[in-house]
């Protein structure tokens, strides 16, 4: 798969803000839908890459970062074609008022979205430090040309106690 955003999509993650339903809650796991491509298909057999996913505070600030070879979540490991619900189990991490949640796919998978007709207030793309932008956080949306955006809620969800 190839991301919209070209190769410096490596520093950039689909960001979804969630709040914590109540004190002292916890993640236990992410789940959104997604597709890595397979048909079913020989030539559609995905390469192997790696994923990573993070937990950040209301500030961005790191809580939990995991990394993984996208295979054991993919459509090719399950048999399955076109988009599925995919989930990511995490040891329990805290989490209190509202916070980000970060996947970065890398041409991976392709992370399901529905369109909106404005921008979300929950749906961002995240931009990792280092990288030369002046935001973190922008608005999700698909890039149809050089001065036009679809914008898009990712399609996304936390699982807690």
Partial sequence: MISLYGDPA???????????????????????????????????????????????????????????????????????????????????????GDFYVCLYDRGAIEIASERLNEFSKNSFMYIEDGMPSTEQLLPAGIPVNQSATIPINWLMNVVGS
């Fill in 10 to 96: 490596f520093f950039f993650a689909e960001a979804v803000k969630f709040t914590a339903p109540k004190t002292g809650w916890k993640v236990n796991a992410v789940q959104f839908y997604g597709s890595d491509g397979y048909n079913g298909s020989d030539e559609t057999i995905p390469v192997e890459r790696v994923i990573g996913l993070e937990i950040r505070d209301k500030d961005l600030n790191l809580l939990y970062k995991f990394a993984d070879s996208q295979i054991p979540y993919s459509n090719y490991v399950r048999n399955a074609t076109g988009i599925n619900p995919i989930t990511i189990e995490i040891p329990s991490v805290p989490v209190s």
